[in-house]
């Protein structure tokens, strides 16, 4: 009996550790928030992706007289590898174009973006395998390490 409670503790243990980051990736930004936007979208529009909006939620808070810091969102994407997510199930719409969160917190900039397998996968059309899982994450994981510390 210690046993099976023994392998019940490490198993949910596991799966909390597991579940903690919720599918986001974290990472240490080398420069400023704004720097770090202004090289992502450099990077991205030279290797030919769409930059669709720039959100300054700082800028937005300062505009109603509150203060969250330095926090950037950058859409941006290629139709090429999104339609077919939206063609395997039109609910991926909600998460595409893809996204990455510049923000300032407690005097260190980070950068964060949801790993796209855990973003579409539960939808249930789309593939774990899909080729364009596999695109999406190595673009994220790029352009993203390439600003990162």
Not at 18 to 46: C, F, P, S, Y
Not at 48 to 63: E, N, P, T, Y
Not at 67 to 95: H, R
């Amino acid at each position: 009996m210690r046993l099976f409670a023994t392998i019940g503790f490490i198993l949910a243990m596991t799966g909390a550790a597991m579940a903690g980051d919720n599918g986001i990736e974290r990472k240490k930004a080398a420069a400023g928030v704004a720097e770090t936007v202004d090289q992502l979208v450099a990077a991205m529009e030279g290797a030919g992706l769409k930059i669709f909006a720039r959100v300054d939620h700082g800028a937005g808070a300062q505009s109603i007289g509150e203060d969250i810091g330095a926090s950037q969102l950058l859409i941006f994407g290629n139709p090429k590898v999104g339609t077919p997510a939206i063609k395997d199930d039109p609910v991926s719409g909600l998460f595409l174009p893809l996204k990455v969160l510049v923000y300032e917190d407690g005097g260190q900039t980070w950068i964060a973006y949801q790993k796209p397998a855990d973003m579409l996968g539960p939808l249930g059309g789309v593939a774990e395998d899909a080729p364009y899982i596999n695109v999406m994450t190595g673009a994220l994981g790029k352009f993203t390490d390439a600003v990162a510390e």
